[in-house]
């Protein structure tokens, strides 16, 4: 599935090669997905020599995923199917604050999502929730019992089915499937908006680190003199690159193209240059891309600040772009709760991963009296 999803079609001597599976083994995989749906056949092709090959893809119409984005107060649900293309966009709605109107919202928009994606079957659901997994941290700026209220309801709704991530890595793993990695590849994903954050993807995953917050990229030493950091250094990344730090330092300006100040512009790209330097040196990625909530222009115009010959690493040869932007926009974390099942689907040490090592807290999907689902 994962060779099918980064080249689109294949033949089953070409899977058994990339794969390194016998041509027995393929066969029979190939027999049982055809069963399942998940892929498809799309016709012969002429080989060089011998029996004409027939080749095979993903069949987009296989399944869907749902994804879940809790993000200022606000839930965002969209649906994409197996093939990558978003299917539904469901309505953005307050998001309830207790356990029961969380329950019932969800209870709603699973009703309303089957009925408009009717003949489709649901692959799994993903939410994502903009706050380090298990940290106190930004917990000032968030009421922990909502969280919990909201997170629980999930978990008990979607029971198996649900997957939670953080939205830095959940908007890096929306560039595997949607995005500038589609065709693999390890890389970095640096996640600029209110704060900074990151995802480091190595094999199609998240490295999570122990509790599910390896990527802190926003905590990065830049300068020991610089301003107190709510982590409790001072001089982290975040402060000079961030939205919010451009709003602390900058009350006044209006995030405008051409509106914010140039000693602002400067010090953040030399911030992300020092950063750049540790990053690249300690991971040697295949690329960095630059995403998150902040206006694509804004950070194109940080990197267009930054030049190749500062700040040098082991990267510092390389012939394409040291920092690419994403083009996912502001959804790219909604994007990468919807790309979550799917790469369940298509990539089969996630699935091992997302299945043993992640959870919010302690939670635990518990067994209930009664099913919201009737
Ligand atoms: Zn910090």
Redesign the pocket.
């Known amino acids: 599935m994962d060779a099918l999803r980064r080249n689109g079609s294949l033949s089953r001597v070409e899977i058994a090669r990339l794969s390194g599976l016998t041509p027995q083994a393929i066969r029979n995989i190939v027999d049982d997905l055809l069963q399942t749906n998940l892929i498809r056949e799309t016709g012969r092709r002429k080989g060089f020599r011998g029996q004409p090959q027939i080749d095979i893809e993903i069949n987009p119409d296989g399944g869907y995923s749902l994804g879940f984005h809790a993000e200022g107060g606000i839930l965002h649900h969209v649906a994409a199917n197996l093939g990558g293309q978003i299917i539904y966009e469901g309505r953005s709605q307050t998001i309830p604050r207790t356990e029961p109107e969380m329950l019932a919202a969800i209870t709603e928009i699973d009703a309303r999502s089957r009925q408009q994606l009717k003949g489709l079957s649901r692959l799994g659901v993903g939410a994502v929730f903009s706050r380090p997994s298990t940290s106190k941290w930004f917990l000032n700026e968030q009421n922990p019992a909502e969280f919990e209220a909201q997170s629980q309801a999930l978990a008990r709704y979607f029971e198996d089915e649900i997957v939670f991530e953080n939205d830095a890595n959940a908007a890096a793993l929306a560039e595997s499937v949607f995005g500038l990695a589609r065709a693999g590849g390890d890389f970095l994903y640096l996640f600029v908006g209110e704060g900074v954050g990151g995802g480091i993807i190595e094999a199609g995953e998240a490295v999570r680190g122990v509790r599910g917050n390896a990527g802190e990229f926003?905590?990065i030493l830049i300068d020991p003199n610089g301003e107190k950091?709510?982590?409790g250094?001072r001089g982290?990344l975040?402060g000079y690159l961030s939205i919010g730090g451009l709003r602390r330092k900058h009350p006044d300006a209006s995030i405008e193209p051409n509106s914010v100040p140039d000693d602002w512009l400067d010090a953040a790209a030399a911030a992300l240059g020092r950063a750049l330097v540790s990053l690249e040196n300690i991971l040697d990625p295949q690329r960095v891309i630059l995403g998150g909530t902040a206006p694509e222009w804004l950070l194109s115009e940080i990197v267009r600040r930054l030049s190749r010959q500062d700040f040098p690493s082991v990267r510092s040869e390389l012939a394409e772009e040291r920092i690419e932007i994403s083009r996912l926009g502001s959804r790219s974390a909604l994007l990468g709760a919807a790309a979550l099942s799917l790469l369940n689907v298509t990539n089969p040490s996630l699935a091992k991963l997302t299945k043993q090592s992640f959870s919010l807290g302690d939670i635990a999907p518990t067994p209930r009296a009664t099913d919201p689902r009737g």
């Open positions: 926003g905590h950091c709510h982590c250094n982290c975040h």
